[in-house]
């Protein structure tokens, strides 16, 4: 319901743990306090993983424009000078942070993108 000055809705985002997500998080709360422990720490603290998250696959690579929203170079199926260069083109979320992963596809876009450029081709 609310709007931005220029009249435009504004994003209302949100998201919940599932319960799989809340009980791997105490497992390694346990398990990185039984290593902290055994190599002698005295206090360890459980840091809660909010805010900070990493929203990933809200613009989808993949091959075809049905299965998603940009290309392999981050480039949107649909607008032809529109690329994507974060994390929200993943189709999956990976098992570390996709800082490394989002860089090197930047590196890959950035190539394409001048070489498109030379080319004339946008």
Avoid: C, W
Avoid at 18 to 23: F, L, P, R, W
Avoid at 46 to 59: E, F, I, Q, R
Avoid at 80 to 104: C, H, M, R, Y
Wanted: proline share 5%; net charge negative.
């Amino acid at each position: 319901d609310m709007k931005d000055a220029h009249g435009m809705p504004v994003a209302d985002v949100h998201f919940d743990d599932h319960a799989n997500d809340t009980a791997m998080r105490n497992h390694a709360y346990k398990q990185g306090s039984a290593l902290y422990e055994a190599v002698g720490a005295t206090r360890t603290f459980p840091t809660p993983p909010y805010p900070s998250t990493h929203n990933l696959g809200t613009n989808r690579m993949s091959e075809k424009a049905a299965d998603g929203v940009v290309n392999k170079h981050g480039q949107a199926h649909d607008i032809k000078n529109l690329f994507v260069s974060d994390g929200s083109q993943f189709t999956t979320g990976g098992a570390e942070n996709p800082t490394l992963t989002i860089v090197s596809l930047a590196i890959r876009q950035a190539e394409y993108i001048a070489g498109q450029m030379s080319a004339k081709s946008i």
